[in-house]
C-alpha cells in the first residue's frame, strides 16, 4: 500500500511563488509515474505535470515555463516549483502515482482514471 501526503499549499498574490511537496510511503515500483493534478470548483480534476521513472517530464499547456516538477532519487519525495502564479491556478493540488505505460497520458482528459493512488490534496489559493 502507497500512501502519498502533500505540503506546501497556501495563498499566495499573482506572480508569486509556492512549492508543493509530497511524500511518499510505502512500496513504490520503479517504474511508477508519479504526478500532480489539481481541481478547481466545479471543474474536473486535471493533470498538470509529470515525471516518468526515467526523469523524464510533461506538463499541461497551462503551467508549461512556470511549473517544474521533480523527484528525489529514491521516489520518496515528489516536489512542484510554481512560479508567476495566476489567479487560475487557483485549486486544490493532489499527488498522485499511478503504474501506466505512458506516463503522459496521465494528462489527458481520461488520465485521472488511471492513477493507482491519490494523496490528500493542498489548497493553493492565488489572489490578484
Known amino acids: 500500500q502507497v500512501q502519498l501526503v502533500e505540503s506546501g499549499g497556501g495563498s499566495v498574490q499573482a506572480g508569486g511563488s509556492l512549492r508543493l511537496s509530497c511524500a511518499a510511503y510505502g512500496y513504490i515500483h520503479s517504474t511508477v509515474c508519479m504526478g500532480w493534478f489539481r481541481q478547481a470548483p466545479g471543474n474536473e480534476r486535471e493533470g498538470v505535470a509529470v515525471?516518468?521513472?526515467?526523469?523524464?517530464?510533461t506538463y499541461a499547456d497551462s503551467v508549461k515555463g512556470r511549473f517544474t516538477i521533480s523527484q528525489d532519487n529514491a521516489k520518496s519525495t515528489l516536489a512542484l516549483q510554481m512560479n508567476s502564479l495566476k489567479r487560475e491556478d487557483t485549486a486544490m493540488y493532489y499527488c498522485a502515482a499511478a503504474y501506466s505505460p505512458a506516463c503522459e497520458d496521465l494528462l489527458k482528459v481520461f488520465g485521472r482514471s488511471l492513477v493507482n493512488y491519490w494523496g490528500q490534496g493542498t489548497q493553493v489559493t492565488v489572489s490578484s
Open positions: 515525471i516518468d521513472s526515467d526523469g523524464s517530464t
